[in-house]
Every structure is written in C-alpha cells, then in structure tokens.
C-alpha cells in the first residue's frame, strides 16, 4: 500500500501552529480595538460640540442640560437632531453616557460647556489621543452638574 496521507500526528502538530499563530494574532488585536473605541469616542464628542454649536445659533446660547438624556431632548426640541438621530452612546457600553456641563462664568451667563468621556487608554499609556483635551477647568468657570477633568483616564473638551 503506497498512499499518501497525513498521519493524525501531522495534523495535531499543523492545528497546535495555527492555534498558537491565532492566539498571537487575536492578543496583538486587542490593543487595536481599545484604540479605536477611544478614537470613536473623541470623535462623537467633537460631533457633538458641532450639534451644540448648531443649538447655539439657533437659540443664541448654551443649551442648560444637566445630564446627557436632558442633552439629546433639548436639542431634538429645537430641531438640530432630527427624526430617529440621536446623541452617540459609549461604544463599548451602551448604557454608558458622556457627559455635557454647562458653564457660567461670573456674571452668571452660560458662556462655555464642556464635554468628558472616559477613555480605555491613560494619558501615559497615548499621550497622542489626549492632544486637545484639558485638564483643569478653569477657576473663573462654574459648572452645572459639577464635573472633573483630572483624571487620567478623564478626556474633557471645553467650548
């Protein structure tokens, strides 16, 4: 009997590489997706801005939402989100909101508001997704709700 074939040996051996090739490959990937939910993340921030920028010219100021929900109906109200849009949720919990403050500086006028998200990554970890963010609000600001930007996880945009 002269045939050919793989012994179950070879085929162990062969199955044993491809799993430990796969086990590398899907350990290298992991650090991806975090990166890329973080980037996602400063990315639906600055679309938000540009939806309140959008409130702003309508209504002239600041919309005065303490929470992300008061947030997305405010402006679904004067007609910057429009049917079935709705404000972006964290991608890597859905049940997890941003956060929107708004803030008076001290003559009591709504004049900036800031943005805050947490990222998977710390500032030590990608100083280059923290370009642009801030780390201290200023003492001349007052924000409502209260809300930190220390944090180094803590990504916060202030308009």
């Avoid at 050919?4 to 051996?13: D, Q």
């Avoid at 309508?58 to 005065?64: D, E, H, N």
């Avoid at 809300?147 to 996880?153: Q, R, Y």
Wanted: charge should be neutral; hydrophobic fraction near 35%; include cysteine.
């Amino acid at each position: 009997m002269n045939k050919k074939a793989f012994t179950l040996v070879e085929l162990a051996v062969v199955l044993l590489v491809i799993g430990i090739l796969a086990g590398l490959l899907l350990r290298n990937l992991g650090g991806f997706t975090s990166s890329a939910r973080d980037q996602r993340r400063i990315g639906d921030l600055r679309n938000v801005s540009a939806y309140i920028t959008s409130y702003y010219s309508r209504q002239g100021q600041y919309p005065t939402a303490t929470n992300w929900a008061d947030l997305e109906n405010q402006l679904r109200n004067a007609g910057v989100l429009g049917p079935g849009v709705n404000l972006p949720r964290d991608p890597s919990s859905p049940n997890r909101d941003y956060e929107y403050a708004h803030c008076t500086s001290a003559g009591g006028v709504i004049t900036n508001y800031i943005l805050r998200a947490v990222l998977e990554a710390s500032r030590d970890q990608a100083p280059q997704l923290y370009q642009g963010a801030i780390t201290n609000i200023p003492p001349e600001l007052t924000c409502n709700p209260s809300i930190t930007c220390g944090g180094n996880n803590e990504y916060c945009l202030l308009f």
